[in-house]
């Protein structure tokens, strides 16, 4: 399904500011929704073909969180005739608010819509349909406080002060209606509050009625009334009160003709996200503090494998005990990475230029040898990461010990290439060198190299990707190229 700014981009002839102030209108409506009780659609005029009916386009749709929804069905995207939401086509060309009833499927009488202009500076451009349900008064102050209020935002969306300019669009934890409401005036003082919002002031040490007090006189350590009331913009300020509650409170002034007559805040208690964050936050710290110790021991063991290697005076046990070196600090490269970034994610880059360094610095012949790495792996999980380095380590090392080993150093130059790339489903990785290629009659899966073991199993076996080696046949340099794929499951 289309985007709203698809829609209006393909289907009316609304400017990108426009767009853009109905794109914000959208993400803050929700609160009209539920103060109103009602559905919300926001429909726009269709572009005009000359000798054609006027049309109206629903670019949003919205239900409220605290009644049952009058609109089943889903109308976004769908095209309406002018005739038959004329009072919405009568808002839209008179710039005023018109009331009235509409038919809608499955409900057997007429329902109370409100057709709010909606106005960007001076210009009306699309019209806000508050459809409210079977006509009756409202039984109490709640629902009265609520419907006042909603009528108030409303005369901002008609006079273009609502959407806020500035404000962003609501985040996830965003206070809604439901978490808790108060209503002030112009001066800070209360004038409702509902009984959620009075059980987050008692959460915060305040426990004597609100109703006609000053907010700032509550006792509560916070300006975000004060700011909203002097700014007549919008204010978000998360309260403490010591270590253990949280409430996020969300100020809304309510302007009429420019002025602030009174502002609603919506309280929400975070008490509870915040503790989870902070053992959040704890438990990736104690993973990240494991993989640093794991990382510190595997060098430790790296170091004294080199150690050990060095006394050993036969020539294959100390090639044997460096190779083994070699591949703890491939493994060490990963936890070292993991200890510094949280979750489970590594970034693949990163092991890249440490196992290249690594390569480099173990190049044993006479002329030199470039590496050059294109692409990008991006990221990949500890139980990819971890064999993937190893197995690249090991192709690596190959390359630059097996590669240009007795090869003429006159004015040779060596070059090793690895080129990178992944997409959702796999991971690709391709390490080419232009040295003297494989023996007559490789066969990786007959071979008593251990190393070619090594990646061949990690590869193929660990990882259930593919493995290819073979020699360089399309250009003048020869050499080898190494070929791995290894598939992304979805968890």
Not at 134 to 152: G, K, W
Not at 411 to 425: C, P, W, Y
């Amino acid at each position: 399904m289309a985007t709203p700014s698809e829609l209006a981009r393909l289907r009316t002839s609304l400017t990108e500011d426009q767009t853009e102030h109905l794109q914000r209108l959208l993400g803050s409506w929700s609160l009209l929704a539920d103060l109103s009780f009602a559905d919300l659609l926001l429909a726009a005029p269709v572009s005009v073909v000359h000798g054609s009916e006027p049309q109206l386009v629903v670019l949003g749709q919205i239900r409220p969180n605290n009644r049952s929804t009058l609109i089943t069905q889903d109308l976004v995207g769908q095209t309406v005739p002018a005739r038959r939401w004329d009072l919405a086509h009568d808002a839209l060309t008179s710039g005023r608010l018109v009331e009235g009833t509409i038919e809608i499927r499955n409900v057997a009488e007429d329902v109370v819509v409100w057709n709010v202009p909606v106005r960007y500076r001076d210009e009306v451009i699309a019209v806000l349909l508050r459809v409210q349900g079977p006509t009756r008064s409202p039984a109490n102050l709640f629902e009265r406080t609520y419907l006042d209020v909603s009528e108030r935002i409303c005369s901002m969306v008609s006079e273009s002060a609502f959407p806020y300019p500035d404000e962003e669009v609501a985040a996830e934890e965003t206070p809604r209606v439901g978490d808790g409401a108060i209503v002030v005036d112009a001066r800070g003082r209360v004038e409702y509050a509902t009984p959620n919002a009075v059980n987050a002031l008692h959460r915060m040490g305040v426990y004597s009625p609100p109703d006609g007090s000053f907010f700032n006189d509550l006792g509560i350590q916070s300006t975000v009334v004060t700011t909203a009331l002097a700014t007549g913009s919008p204010v978000i300020e998360e309260i403490h009160k010591g270590k253990d509650v949280a409430v996020l409170a969300h100020c809304v002034p309510l302007l009429e003709d420019g002025l602030v007559t009174g502002a609603l805040i919506l309280l929400r208690d975070v008490t509870d996200l915040r503790r989870l964050d902070r053992l959040v936050l704890s438990k990736d710290a104690a993973i990240r503090e494991v993989h640093h110790r794991v990382k510190n021991n595997l060098q430790t063991i790296s170091a004294l494998l080199r150690l050990q290697a060095r006394r050993t005076e036969a020539e294959d046990g100390a090639l044997a005990l460096l190779e083994a070196e070699r591949r703890i600090r491939s493994i060490a490269i990963v936890h070292e990475i993991l200890s510094k970034e949280p979750g489970d994610q590594v970034p693949f880059d990163e092991i890249i230029r440490s196992l290249i360094q690594m390569a480099e610095d173990s190049v044993v012949v006479e002329h030199p040898i470039e590496f050059s790495v294109h692409g990008e792996l991006g990221e990949a999980t500890a139980d990819i990461a971890t064999p993937l380095a190893v197995a690249i380590a090991e192709i690596l090392q190959n390359a630059v010990e097996h590669g240009f080993v007795g090869e003429d150093s006159s004015d040779r130059v060596g070059h090793v290439a690895v080129e990178l790339g992944h997409s959702r489903k796999e991971l690709w990785a391709e390490i080419r060198d232009n040295g003297q290629g494989l023996p007559v009659g490789f066969d990786m899966n007959n071979t008593d190299s251990l190393g070619v073991s090594i990646v061949r199993d990690l590869i193929c076996t660990q990882l259930q990707g593919e493995l290819t080696m073979e020699n360089v046949v399309d250009d003048d340099q020869g050499g080898t190229k190494v070929s791995v794929r290894i598939p992304l499951f979805e968890k």
